[in-house]
């Protein structure tokens, strides 16, 4: 008698990440964002603060954390482009949303893949569409 079990291995890796020292309403914190690679899925996720929060890759904003009890923290996913099935582009923002002021990008950065088969692997050869490092003064 055969005592075989099958288990099953979840793997994350990171393959693509930046970070930047940003500042809101006087507080200074790094925040960064990843495109990460869970298990043949890919997820935006981003650090901020001591906390993180991940996501799925669609065209759309999350709200993932509220600093000071009212500004909201989202992480918006946009410019997906897929060539042959696969992911070719995609843009992550990072916005501070107030009450009264309205939302303010504190990052964005798009992220072009030279070749991203679905393997959890690292893209160290993808091209990156660099951007300034935005500082958030004031909102």
């Keep these: 008698m055969s005592n075989d079990t099958t288990q099953e291995i979840f793997r994350s890796d990171i393959i693509w990440e930046k970070c930047w020292d940003i500042k809101v309403f006087g507080k ?3 925040v960064c964002l990843r495109v990460v690679n869970d298990s043949g899925t890919l997820y935006a996720e981003i ?11 669609a065209d759309t904003c999350y709200t993932v954390f509220t600093i000071f009890g009212f500004i909201d923290i989202k992480l918006c996913i946009s410019d997906i482009e897929f ?10 923002e990072v916005k501070a949303c107030a009450p009264i002021a309205g939302c303010k990008t504190i990052v964005r950065q798009c992220i072009n893949f030279a070749a991203l088969d679905g393997t959890a692997r690292n893209v160290a050869g993808s091209s990156v569409i660099p951007m300034d490092d935005p500082v958030v003064t004031e909102l």
Excluded: M, N, S
């Design 28 to 30: 200074k914190f790094r």
């Design 47 to 57: 650090e901020a603060d001591g906390k993180r929060a991940r996501v799925r890759i």
């Design 83 to 92: 060539q042959g099935g696969q992911i070719k582009k995609v843009c992550l």
